[in-house]
Each structure stands twice: as C-alpha cells, then as structure tokens.
C-alpha cells in the first residue's frame, strides 16, 4: 500500500455501484481511519440486501437482474501469464481461503483448475505456457512436482502437474469422461466461488460495519447523468498530476464532477465520485476506444443426484484457445459452461453524456435544457437506462448490455452444448451435425463449433448474457479522469475482475490517495490513464476484442444480428 496523502480526505464520497470494484472500494474505506469522518454513500440499482435466491439457479436468470457478479459460480485463479496479475490474484486467493470479508465458509471450493490449449501457435497457446512458469514460481514448485489430486493411495495431493497430451488431460478430468485441448497443466490449487453467495455476505458486512460507523448511506436508484460544474479555480480537490504524492506541479482548472442526477429522484451531491458502474460506464463518460460492454454466454444445467455425484472429483476446465469453460457442480447440483469471448457488441446511440460542457451550435442550450427535463421527469424503470439521442443533441454510438439478458443467440448455445458434449458426453446428447448456409459466417477459429441453423431443444436449465466491461488488453481503468476533477474510475473489469474482490479495495483507495500503484510497479501503470488508441481507423469504432491471450470465439459478433437469427 502506498503511503497516506498529508492533506484531508474528501469530506463526501459518493460510490456508483455495488459490484465488485464499487463494494470492495467502499469496505476498504469504511474500515479505514483515515475516512472515519468522510460520509460515504454508495448507490445501486439493486437494494441491499438484494432478494436472496432459494435455488441454485443463477440469479439474473429468472428475474433478468443484470449484475454481472451475482452468479452461481466464479473462478479464483492465480493462472495468469501477467506476473503481476499472478502475483496479485495469489493474495486475493490466500484471503478467499481465509474466509475474507465475511463470507461464509464453503461459498469457497479449491477443486483445482485445468488450463489448457490447443497446439496451433495461436496465443492461448502462449497463454497457458506463461501462466504455468507463473504459478510454479508462486507455488515455489520446480518442473515436474505435483502428483495431481489423487495419488496411488487415493488421498488428495496438491500441487501443479504439466499435461502433456489429450490424454493426460483426459485422466484429471476425473469422472467427466471428455477433455478439451492438446496440452496444459492442472493447478490443485485454484477453484471456484458460489459468487452471489459471497456478494451477499460482503454486502451483510459493510451494512453492519456502516451502520455502527455512521456517516453513510445505501442508496438505490437509476444514475442518468453526471453533475459537471464549470471550472472555478485549479485549487479544486484533486489528486496530486499524475497521481503523485510527490509532485506538486500546478495545473489549469478543470471542471468538476459534483454527484449525480438521478431518475425520479433528487440529486446526489459529492466532493469525489467514484465510477464503479461496470458495464455501463460508457452511459456516464465518454470511455469509447477505452472501455466497451460486450455480452458473454453462460449456460447452466441441473443435474440430479446421480449425475452430480458422479462430477464430485471433476476440476474446472478453461480452454484458453477457444475460450470455453466448464465449472464442477454446485452443492445444489448446477453445471455452468459458458465462454470467456471476444463477446457480441450492442451498439445503441445515446445522448453524448458530457454533453453540457461540449457546446453544440445555435440552440444548444435550450436542447440541453429540454433534455434534462426528458430525462428526470422519465417514467421508464428500466434499469441503466441511458438518455437517448435525439437529432438535435449531440450523440455518440457505444456499445452497452442488451435489454434481455436470459436469451443466447443460436450461435452460443450451439457451442456451450457442443463443448458440454465434448467435455461430458455421458450427461449430453450430441447436438446434431449440420451445414450451416454459406451466407452464415464460419467462425475464425478451427477449434469451434459451426453455428447450427436447425439446433435441437435444449438440456440447459437457464441461459444468460454476462455482460463485461472490456478494455483493449484487458487491464483495470482504476484512475482520476484526467478532465474532470471529482471523477474517480474504477472499472474495466475484462470478464476476470471477480476473483480480486478481496484485494481490489485496498488498490482502488491506494491510487486513489495519490501515491502507489501508478508510480511503483507495473499494475499501476496498467490501469492507468492511457491515450485513447485509434483501431479500425476510426476511434468511434472502438476496439473489436480484448487482446489479452484468454479470449476466444468469433470476434466483432452483433447481439441483434445474432439474436435475428433465433434464440434460446
């Protein structure tokens, strides 16, 4: 942690949502004595606590809830080609053991994880090799240690065991009777999390902690824009340029972010506001070529007794060259398969949401004006509605989640049933073959499944689009906004945020007093604020694909496009 700044803390911090980076962000602050007299408030489209599921189906299945964290299950892994990702999710990973945050034991499953990929020089290939030197030089283990889960005498044995051919993949997946990719490794120490159970216990714990402290509010309700005040002097409270306890160089004014307006609600006012609205960020600040939403596909499938009890020994599989994951079941029995893609693209026109400090030709005012009125006397309730273009306003095109969040194109479902097939074949029926019409686009890599035009019904028990906030290379945005004083992101999470939930906190307030991250190791300068790159020719085009080595799948796929074909 980095060194505490010399001059005051903010005297109001407003926290905008209550996902991973928004409520480790606020437990961190609340049990730190530095901001014991900061009154913190956080704001969610979800009330605390949100309803507790009685089932294992995955919340935001039934109810279309769009929260990407509440799930039934996610990885913790310290499996990265990054050494500092490694290094920083092997901490996350020792407090998850711990019971960190107030979760409850066995929401925790160390069931052990298989990396694998397939031989064909791509960068899962690569991926999967770095993230094996990796994890050895964390687990202090040399080449060739590690006996897997079971011995000869069948105890448990821990350790990192390198699979050398689908064969030796085969064997690990204990009970499956399918496997995925040419080579790999299995990590006896990586596992899962039951991720809306653990939400939950975390959300339990920063009530109790904030309503001893006092000096704080839970809010619920629907942020439409950012308040901006015009720039006033260069005295603002603001970070130290570049982040810096050290450097003292004066800068011009900006102008400040003062709170939020709300839909139906009177505004919330703050000295710091700090973005932690995941995937639709872009809907409050303009973060094209920098942050996009893109939706994800996850399947999940009951099994009964039996078939559960056969799965007991099985380890997660991720195959890194198509991006394809399987996750053991639940103590309720509930099978996830899902990809970790390039993912579809929404792309809808929306009302530029600095729109008020941009200026905008003759008549602009007014239209300004008309708007703010549109938009709080708006009656929708749909939730992370953003305010939409008209022809007279200044617009941008950026991508944001799709209003259904329960239905998977054809496309996905065809490849979580095949991969579930491959990985399974006792549980699943092969999906049957098809030749998909020359006008449908065969995906780029050899590895995946077809799309198929004439899909069977399926075996899943629910479906859902997990919408993640992508960055170019997958790195954290966790920074001041350059532009505007009073604006802290803290966003970005690429689709593997989740696992640091226990340690993100503690780096969020670490850039945020000024010193730290963005100044002493290299995480700091990946999250921080970089030159917007220009892809495709075009900024407004945005970026097609996180290029972290982790993705696979099709890449620059359109929800609508796809859901136009069918759904399931």
Request: aromatic content about 6%; hydrophobic content about 30%.
């Amino acid at each position: 942690m980095s060194a505490l700044r010399a001059d005051p803390p903010p005297s109001s911090i407003l926290i905008v949502g209550a996902g991973v980076f928004g409520l480790s962000t606020l437990l961190t602050l609340l049990t730190s004595r530095r901001y014991a007299s900061t009154h913190l408030t956080i704001i969610d489209t979800l009330p605390v606590p949100s309803f507790q599921s009685e089932t294992s189906a995955p919340i935001g299945t039934e109810k279309n809830i769009p929260t990407a964290s509440l799930d039934s299950s996610r990885i913790i892994r310290a499996d990265y080609a990054s050494p500092a990702y490694a290094s920083l999710a092997a901490k996350a990973q020792q407090r998850w053991r711990e019971g960190w945050g107030g979760v409850k034991k066995g929401r925790y499953t160390e069931c052990g994880l298989v990396l694998t990929a397939y031989e064909d020089g791509g960068t899962g290939e690569k991926y999967v090799e770095d993230s094996l030197g990796n994890v050895r030089r964390l687990d202090g283990e040399k080449e060739g240690a590690g006996n897997g889960r079971h011995g000869e005498d069948g105890n448990r044995k821990q350790g990192i065991q390198e699979l050398k051919d689908k064969q030796a993949i085969k064997e690990v997946m204990r009970g499956t009777g399918g496997s995925s990719g040419d080579k790999g490794y299995v990590n006896w120490g990586s596992g899962w999390v039951d991720a809306e159970g653990a939400i939950q216990d975390v959300k339990a714990l920063t009530m109790s902690i904030g309503t001893r402290r006092g000096n704080f509010s839970w809010k619920t309700g629907q942020v439409t824009r950012l308040i901006f005040s015009p720039p006033t002097s260069a005295s603002d409270t603001e970070p130290p340029a570049h982040n810096s306890i050290n450097n003292k160089t004066s800068k011009p004014a900006k102008a400040k972010v003062a709170g939020v307006h709300l839909l139906s609600q009177p505004p919330l006012l703050a000295d710091l506001t700090i973005l932690a609205t995941g995937a639709w960020t872009n809907s409050l600040i303009d973060l094209r070529g920098r942050v996009e939403a893109t939706g994800q596909a996850l399947a999940y499938m009951q099994l009964s007794s039996a078939q559960a009890e056969r799965l007991k020994d099985m380890p997660i599989l991720l195959n890194m060259s198509t991006g394809m994951f399987i996750i053991p079941p639940t103590a309720e029995g509930v099978l996830k398969v899902a990809r970790h893609g390039f993912g579809y693209r929404n792309l809808v026109e929306v009302r530029h949401p600095e729109v008020p400090l941009l200026g905008g030709g003759e008549g602009d005012e007014e239209e300004e004006a008309a708007a703010q009125h549109r938009e709080d006397s708006s009656s929708s309730s749909q939730a992370h509605n953003p305010t939409p273009a008209s022809k007279t306003s200044i617009s941008i095109s950026i991508s944001l989640p799709a209003p259904d969040f329960t239905s998977l194109p054809p496309e996905a479902h065809h490849a979580c049933l095949t991969f579930l097939q491959t990985m399974i074949p006792w549980l699943s029926p092969p999906p049957p073959s098809s030749n998909p019409p020359h006008s449908n686009p065969l995906p780029s890599n050899p590895h995946l499944p077809n799309p198929n035009p004439n899909p069977s019904p399926s075996p899943f028990t629910s479906t859902r689009l997990c919408w993640y906030t992508d960055t170019p290379t997958g790195d954290f945005l966790i920074t001041y906004h350059p532009s505007y004083s009073g604006l802290f992101l803290a966003t970005g999470g690429s689709g593997h945020g989740y696992k640091f939930l226990p340690v993100l906190g503690e780096e969020v307030v670490g850039v945020l007093e000024g010193g730290g991250k963005e100044d002493e190791d290299e995480l700091g300068e990946l999250w921080g604020w970089r030159a917007r790159p220009r892809l495709m020719g075009e900024e407004e085009k945005g970026f097609v694909g996180t290029e972290d080595g982790s993705r696979g799948g099709r890449r620059g796929m359109s929800w609508g496009e796809e859901m136009a074909k069918g759904g399931y």
